[in-house]
């Protein structure tokens, strides 16, 4: 039955969240543009691009890529150590499924007048199978009026058992990195463009979510695949909203919210009412049709993200 997700499982994926790890807020990643930042940092970003050429020779090339890095404030040799891990990963059989089918959607994706997100779909690992249950109803990514990227997902929307009886949790873990590496490559490209370093945030819709059932395989490929992402991906996450939250998980989770760093903490916006009024989340994307939807939503991530 879809929407069978438990309430305390639904505290937990929200209280996952408190994990990952942010550097800036209140927001843009920074006030300088991206080409004051790759300037600034140029030195780094060779270095960084050396140490990963020698490891792959098809490793990215782009700067924003490794000027991330260089924005954590980690010293050298933990910039590079964490590089390299990525660089390993990307060069694994697992890192070239997700990267090198990443990269030929987007460029598809791009090849037209406009974004066509048709090629994104087809082209995920094992999309033949989870496409038939991940669907824009249930999980879109769209831009915010300061250039965000905004990934939403409504768990409650997914037959999440059903889907798990169809593939392992290793291979939906791939499929959420794939994602991930979709939005990254994009948020790198648009910093380039609009010369503002671009961020990802995320918006968990829980309306629908229901008392009981669930599956605990799709939750630990969800969790699998964003403590990957955190290795993979620095400085990109943007603050995370938790929309919609039944009554019990909101106070599960403002009971343990206070036990985490208070950097930790500010990086969350909770709210009521945003995405209520639509039924299937590809209402929010642009040329959906009642752009009032979509702008009822964009004001709300403004009040939430940029209003600080």
Do not use: H
Not at 131 to 143: C, G, P, Q, R
């Amino acid at each position: 039955m879809v929407g069978r997700l438990t309430i305390f499982a639904t505290a937990l994926v929200a209280l996952d969240c408190l994990r990952l790890p942010i550097r800036a807020l209140g927001f843009s990643l920074s006030d300088k543009p991206v080409s004051t930042l790759i300037s600034e940092n140029a030195d780094k970003i060779s270095s960084l691009k050396e140490a990963a050429a020698a490891i792959a020779s098809d490793a990215p090339e782009d700067d924003v890529f490794y000027l991330r890095y260089a924005l954590t404030g980690a010293d050298d040799a933990d910039l590079k150590s964490r590089l390299k891990e990525n660089i390993k990963w990307r060069s694994s059989d697992e890192g070239r499924l997700v990267c090198d089918a990443a990269k030929a959607a987007i460029a598809e994706a791009t090849s037209g007048d406009k974004w066509n997100n048709a090629p994104i779909r087809s082209a995920a690992p094992y999309a033949s199978v989870v496409n038939d249950f991940i669907t824009e109803t249930s999980t879109v990514t769209t831009t915010s009026r300061s250039g965000d990227l905004i990934y939403c997902i409504r768990a409650a929307s997914i037959d999440d058992t059903a889907l798990m009886n169809a593939i392992s949790v290793d291979d939906m873990a791939k499929f959420f990195l794939y994602t991930k590496e979709v939005n990254a490559a994009v948020a790198n490209q648009r910093s380039i463009d609009s010369n503002r370093l671009v961020c990802v945030c995320s918006a968990n819709d829980f309306s629908g979510v229901k008392v009981i059932g669930g599956s605990a395989e799709f939750r630990k490929a969800l969790s699998a695949a964003s403590q990957k992402a955190n290795e993979l991906y620095p400085t990109l996450s943007g603050p995370s909203l938790l929309l919609n939250l039944p009554r019990l998980v909101g106070a599960l989770v403002k009971l343990f919210t206070p036990l985490f760093p208070e950097e930790v903490r500010k990086r969350f916006k909770y709210s009521r009412g945003p995405l209520s009024d639509v039924s299937a989340l590809k209402e929010i994307l642009a040329g959906s049709g009642d752009a009032s939807k979509r702008d009822n939503f964009l004001d709300a991530v403004d009040e939430l993200v940029y209003s600080d």
